[in-house]
């Protein structure tokens, strides 16, 4: 069972650019989180997703950020516009449900280099 | 915001047991206490939870005060592999993680 999958990996983008990550969750799993861990500082939650549905983006920036999870297919976060204060890991998780007694597992994450 | 406190750093010595300490005494009668480690630069990994009881699993157990205003994560046999980032984490549900700065744990030779 394979587990949670990020591409890519490592991602570079002019400032301006835009970049898009995207999150394989778990088979089974229909909820997907992000995560974006600036250099040497905890993760900081930014959105979560059920299928085709936007649960809580309380962490998400107003501006430029935004976050899918389709019907089919993965998970996306797309930033616009990047900028050098963008360059951070993100990180996805996924769970099989919400609720106390289930843990999230998480990817290895992607590591967006803003230049 | 976190809800709990944890110490910025500690030490260990190989083969001896690790233990982390976690204050959440805010914490409300239906939240879950969760432990995560981060090693270096990888994803999150889960290590364990619990609600009220002491839990023990193959990497850890956990053990939550009778007031459940504060918790310890025993690793009874510390290896050089355990040196990572511990985040001690209060929810409700697990749609709700914040994560907080964590404890460094360092197991040395």
């Known amino acids: 069972n394979a587990g949670v999958m990020q591409n890519p990996r490592h991602l570079v983008r002019r400032r301006g650019q835009e970049a898009r990550l995207r999150c394989s969750p778990m088979?089974?799993?229909?909820?997907v989180y992000w995560y974006r861990q600036l250099p040497e500082e905890g993760l900081k939650f930014m959105v979560y997703?059920?299928?085709?549905?936007?649960?809580?983006e309380s962490g998400m920036p107003k501006e430029r950020f935004s976050a899918e999870f389709p019907k089919e297919g993965p998970s996306i976060l797309r930033i616009q516009q990047v900028v050098r204060g963008d360059s951070a890991a993100y990180f996805c998780?996924?769970?099989?449900?919400?609720?106390?007694?289930?843990?999230?597992?998480f990817g290895p994450g992607t590591r967006l280099t803003v230049t | 915001d976190a809800k709990t406190t944890q110490p910025p750093s500690m030490d260990c010595a190989e083969g001896r047991a690790a233990n982390l300490p976690c204050n959440h005494s805010?914490?409300?009668?239906?939240?879950?206490v969760y432990w995560y480690r981060q090693i270096h630069s990888q994803g999150p990994q889960y290590i364990i939870h619990?609600?009220?009881n002491n839990e023990t699993n193959e990497m850890a157990s956990l053990i939550i005060t009778e007031d459940r205003k504060s918790s310890t994560l025993i690793l009874p046999h510390a290896t050089l592999r355990d040196t990572a980032v511990y985040y001690c984490?209060?929810?409700?549900?697990?749609?709700?993680?914040?994560f907080g700065a964590g404890t460094r744990l360092t197991v040395k030779p």
């Open positions: 997703l059920q299928k085709e549905n936007i649960i809580d």
């Open positions: 805010t914490i409300s009668g239906n939240e879950y």
């Open positions: 088979k089974g799993h229909s909820h």
């Open positions: 998780a996924s769970s099989p449900t919400s609720g106390g007694s289930y843990e999230q597992y």
């Open positions: 619990g609600l009220k």
């Open positions: 984490i209060v929810s409700l549900n697990n749609n709700d993680m914040r």
